[in-house]
């Protein structure tokens, strides 16, 4: 190998790869002649397998910021790569494409199809995957057993209480393992003591997979879970803060 290459090599193997990098983030709605800037200049760099939180009032921009990170909307300005990938160049097919391979989403009205059992809604996103019946069946199973819903596997939403649903919904965002999932608002209708149930969950399952999770939220309690809080105010960063002494049981 040539100085030259080996040199590069070295340099690829000490660059730190993230999960996430967004930069100058921007976004701008328009209501009639009204310019709302919901974000501005926001830049932030994710590890893979971090839990963050994004911590703000209402009306701060948060759900903004993790529907451009999710690609569920475009930015006016900015850049925001997903392992290594820009989405904001992409187009409308391969941005879905990357999204069913990359992306779990958790709802805070959980966003379950009412027609469907809890073992159908958790299948949903292995279809697209282009799992067979039987295998869809059984990992939609062992994940519904897993957050402890072993019982309610032919449970239709309207049967099950709000955690019971919240479940189903994480179930479903995380039966693929996909590397990112977010989450907005997750535990925004449950009580305290099943809010409590809902984000260990969350952060037990992230762990195991080493997912990186993202969760949006007003409540300083839930946000008190993240590794990293992101404090948004006014459509920017206004602090991060870091939890010190982190340790994971492996
Ligand atoms: P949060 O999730 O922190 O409550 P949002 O990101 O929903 O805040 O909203 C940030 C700002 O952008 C608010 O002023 C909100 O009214 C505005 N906004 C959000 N979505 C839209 C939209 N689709 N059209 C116009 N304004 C919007
Ligand atoms: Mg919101």
Redesign the pocket.
């Known amino acids: 190998m040539q100085c030259n290459q080996l040199i590069n090599a070295i340099r690829r193997r000490l660059t730190i790869s993230y999960a996430i990098e967004i930069h100058n983030l921007r976004k701008v ?3 009639g002649s009204e310019k ?1 800037v ?2 501005d200049n926001v830049s932030l760099d994710i590890t893979p397998g971090e839990i963050c939180c994004i911590l ?10 993790l529907n451009l990170i999710a690609g569920l909307e475009k930015p006016s300005k900015g850049t925001i790569k997903i392992n290594g990938k820009h989405i904001e160049k992409m187009t409308e097919k391969d941005l879905a494409r990357f999204r069913q391979r990359n992306i779990g989403f958790v709802f805070q009205s959980y966003n379950l199809l009412s027609s469907l059992t809890a073992q159908e809604n958790v299948s949903l996103p292995l279809i697209f995957r282009g799992i067979k019946k039987q295998v869809r069946d059984e990992l939609a199973a062992d994940i519904l057993a897993a957050v402890g819903l072993k019982r309610h596997l032919k449970h239709k939403p309207t049967q099950m209480s709000g955690g019971q649903q919240q479940r189903v919904g994480i179930a479903r965002a995380f039966v693929s393992k996909p590397p990112v999932v977010f989450a ?1 608002e997750p535990t925004g209708n449950l009580d305290s003591r099943t809010t409590l149930e809902i984000m260990e969950l969350m952060l037990e399952i992230a762990h195991e997979n080493h997912q990186t999770l993202i969760i ?1 939220t ?1 409540d300083s309690h839930v946000a008190s879970f993240a590794d990293r809080i992101i404090h ?1 105010l006014d ?1 920017n960063i206004q602090k991060i803060k870091k939890k010190e002494n982190v340790i994971y049981e492996i």
Request: hydrophobic fraction near 35%.
């Open positions: 709605y328009k209501v709302i919901a974000l703000g009032t209402s009306g701060s921009g948060k759900s903004t910021l907005d949006v007003h948004i459509g």
